[in-house]
């Protein structure tokens, strides 16, 4: 699991999608755009969604946990639709 610390707070996810999460920002930084995604983090010890603004000049940070990896509801369906916008802009570039 990673923590994923955006503005004043943490998110935590698991490692494949902060992986996709990360990998996607960079290259949104690097287009100069943003975008607002949707993955699955635990909220309070449960399972909750999260829309988060990522992209350009917006500082997002990762760190491991030492948790075990949780499956998270959603986990599948969020790295997908990552790996799709991240395609889609490599099209667009």
Do not use: F, K, W
């Amino acid at each position: 699991m990673h923590d994923l610390m955006y503005a004043s707070s943490s998110i935590t996810t698991t490692d494949a999608v902060a992986d996709a999460l990360l990998g996607y920002a960079a290259q949104l930084a690097g287009l100069n755009r943003v975008d607002v995604v949707t993955v699955p983090v635990i909220h309070e010890g449960r399972p909750a969604m999260c829309r988060i603004l990522i992209g350009a000049a917006i500082p997002l940070a990762a760190t491991q946990t030492s948790g075990h990896e949780a499956d998270l509801p959603g986990a599948m369906e969020a790295m997908l639709d990552l790996s799709r916008r991240r395609n889609a802009n490599s099209v667009d570039s």
